[in-house]
């Protein structure tokens, strides 16, 4: 029987021609010695060792997912489907024991990983062999296809210059407090400014090597006196501590360098990503840029990260960054957003999947993914871009739907704008 042609297109000329052979005598054995050859030069099919890191997830992959790929390939060419193998987290796991692999923190991390746009290292039998991508199928479960993973991002239709003005300066300080890297020396200063109300003063400037004695005994003084709210003790007792350490040092030099290093440091606030996500969905809000991806048409928002939503067939959970309605049509909005150029067919298509089957036959649901790339070319960065936004709305095959590999492959970008943020010059 000839290849099912939605994943034949997919194959490179040796791999396909190798399939095609295959379907057409029944012979396997130079696919199987194609899947020795790959296996034996993949490093994730090697035992893993216990002072690895990084692989632990990807060597329980590969290793769970090889054994089933022959019997996979075997039963596609005798029925003309696609080969499509299924992993549940019980079976990784018990190729995760066998390793000798330590526990995962949950199936959920686990599958994210691979059906998301996050787990890049495949090794080298799964592509070799043109298996490229997985989707959730089920609590616990996944497919492993050969549809292409990731979306084509790289041709907007247009392309537009944004003047970086429309999130308001107030946002990018409250984003850069919760959830940025507090300097050490602007805790310091911010305990310092407290204790001026009661007439204590203390400056920092260069740091001396009398520098760390100095702070560390002014704060003991304030602890011991009891001139701190309570709220700014534990910072208080945490600086005198480290300040007295420095002091401890034997030279001068070495001091004075210590103290300067320590008032460099950084303290990590909670969520210390920089939250790119949120910062994504907001240029997508205050830019009215999902208004204009629309032509025009007006949207309400109707809530943000919507968790734990079961797909009706699957009963797989999935998760949406944002949902909107659009005002006056039976039509909502889902954005997902992320705060790279890459998102994951798999992920996009998960959503589209639950949420078509959730709603009634008379709503109509589309996709929008929303991708932050803060680090844009040096082209763009030498003509003053900062960041760019691309929105993208999906294209999603209605004959296809409920079909795994069928799906991904037809997932495409229906209407991609790019937005490029531009710094504005210092005002004279």
């Given at each position: 029987m000839p290849l099912n042609e939605v994943y034949a297109q997919l194959l490179n000329g040796d791999l396909r021609q190798l399939y095609e052979d295959a379907a057409r005598t029944g012979d396997l054995a130079p696919v199987e010695r194609r899947l020795a050859d790959l296996s034996a030069d993949d490093p994730h099919m090697q035992p893993y060792a216990p002072k690895e890191?990084?692989?632990?997830?990807?060597?329980?992959?590969?290793?769970?997912?090889?054994?089933?790929?022959?019997?996979?390939?075997?039963?596609?060419?005798?029925?003309?489907?696609?080969?499509?193998?299924?992993?549940?987290?019980d079976e990784a796991d018990a190729v995760r024991a066998r390793l000798g692999i330590p526990q995962f923190g949950s199936p959920q991390d686990f599958l994210y990983v691979f059906t998301s746009q996050r787990g890049n290292d495949w090794g080298v039998t799964l592509p070799g062999m043109g298996f490229q991508s997985a989707c959730m199928i089920g609590q616990g479960a996944m497919m492993v296809t050969m549809a292409p993973r990731l979306l084509n991002t790289d041709n907007p239709d247009l392309t537009v210059q944004e003047l970086d003005g429309a999130i308001a300066t107030e946002f990018w300080t409250a984003l850069k407090v919760v959830f940025g890297e507090t300097p050490i020396a602007d805790v310091l200063s911010s305990l310092l400014s407290i204790l001026k109300e009661d007439g204590s003063r203390f400056e920092i400037d260069e740091p001396t090597p009398d520098t760390a004695e100095q702070i560390a005994e002014f704060l003991r003084t304030c602890i011991r006196e009891d001139r701190l709210p309570h709220t700014a003790i534990y910072w208080a007792k945490r600086l005198e501590d480290a300040f007295q350490k420095v002091a401890g040092l034997t030279t001068p030099r070495q001091r004075q360098s210590k103290a300067a290093a320590l008032l460099r440091t950084r303290e990590e606030s909670p969520g210390?990503?920089?939250?790119?996500?949120?910062?994504?969905?907001?240029?997508?809000?205050?830019?009215?840029?999902?208004?204009?991806?629309?032509?025009?048409?007006?949207?309400?928002?109707?809530?943000?990260?919507?968790?734990?939503?079961?797909?009706?067939?699957?009963?797989?959970?999935?998760?949406?960054?944002?949902?909107?309605?659009?005002?006056?049509?039976?039509?909502?909005?889902?954005?997902?957003?992320?705060?790279?150029?890459?998102?994951?067919?798999?992920?996009?298509?998960?959503?589209?999947?639950?949420?078509?089957?959730?709603?009634?036959?008379?709503?109509?649901?589309?996709?929008?993914?929303?991708?932050?790339n803060t680090s844009p070319?040096?082209?763009?960065?030498?003509?003053?871009?900062?960041?760019?936004?691309?929105?993208?709305?999906?294209?999603?095959?209605e004959n296809s739907f409920g079909k795994i590999t069928e799906s991904l492959v037809a997932t495409k970008p229906k209407i991609h704008y790019r937005w490029q943020i531009k710094r504005q010059r210092p005002q004279r």
């Open positions: 890191t990084g692989t632990k997830y990807y060597k329980t992959f590969v290793q769970a997912v090889v054994p089933k790929i022959l019997e996979t390939l075997r039963r596609s060419f005798l029925e003309g489907s696609c080969p499509e193998i299924e992993l549940t987290f210390n990503d920089s939250n790119q996500e949120q910062i994504g969905l907001k240029y997508v809000e205050e830019g009215k840029f999902l208004q204009k991806l629309l032509h025009g048409a007006r949207v309400e928002h109707l809530q943000s990260n919507v968790k734990m939503v079961s797909n009706p067939m699957r009963k797989n959970k999935c998760e949406v960054d944002s949902i909107y309605t659009v005002v006056g049509e039976r039509r909502i909005i889902l954005v997902e957003s992320k705060g790279s150029t890459r998102v994951s067919r798999a992920q996009l298509y998960q959503l589209y999947e639950t949420y078509r089957l959730k709603l009634p036959l008379d709503w109509r649901v589309e996709v929008v993914a929303a991708l932050l070319s040096a082209a763009a960065q030498a003509d003053g871009i900062s960041a760019e936004i691309d929105l993208i709305l999906i294209d999603f095959d």
